[in-house]
């Protein structure tokens, strides 16, 4: 996502009125609704590998991104935050998140009953890269929820079998870092000729993002729920 970040407009007074649901109701909501999600791709302190938990539940038992639901009356960073915070206690200030990509899944399957009803989501995706070793330190994920974790270079998940939402996340994270790269260089006063190969390489990697939609043979294979499926992508 080639922009600043992710407007949010309050319109009038907004008050949260969010309440527990029970499983069944929860489920009924998630048959009518489309779930709003924020996620994040964490970085190492030096920027190089990007951090995946591998998960155990539906609705994607694989390697995936850290975050979840959105809850209502939150901006989509304020809710980065609060994920981070309950999932792994970082303490991450507004500024150091960067929007990175937008998309929308519709899953075959979900975690509630019953499952086989699937459930769809949108999904604001967002970067924040850790500054420390104590940072990454309390990067540990829910034993219940993800059964590994590993920290991955940009290109394994890029050549790897990985969903193509992490890899159209990560593509879209390259060439967001890559425009960034380029408008710091105009912004110092670079030579035609610097900004030029900067800008080469921004529309290089612009290019691998929209690859990822056409080159999808991701196959979800999960032994611990003996579930397989594959994923169809498009704009």
Sequence with gaps: MFQSGVPFHETGTFKSRRTFLPDDQYGVALDNLVKGCTDILLLN??????????????????????????????????????????????????????????QAFA??????????????????????QLKNEEEVKKVVLDEEEYCDSEWKLPSEILEGNYHPAMKYAVGCMLAGEALEKMQECEEKGGSDADIAKLTREFLKRRKAVDDVMKKNDYKLVSKELNYQTTVQSKY
Excluded at 64 to 92: A, D, N
Excluded at 114 to 120: L, Y
């Design 107 to 128: 899953f075959g399957m979900r975690q509630q009953e019953p499952k086989e009803h699937g459930t769809t989501d949108t999904q604001f995706c967002f970067r924040v």
């Design 45 to 102: 302190p030096s920027g190089t590998h990007v951090f995946a938990g591998k998960r155990r539940v539906q609705p994607q038992p694989d390697w995936w991104f850290t975050g979840g639901r959105m809850f209502p009356g939150e901006t989509p960073v304020q809710s980065c935050q609060r994920l981070l915070r309950r999932e792994l206690g970082l303490e991450i200030e507004s500024r150091r998140f960067a929007a990175v990509c937008a």
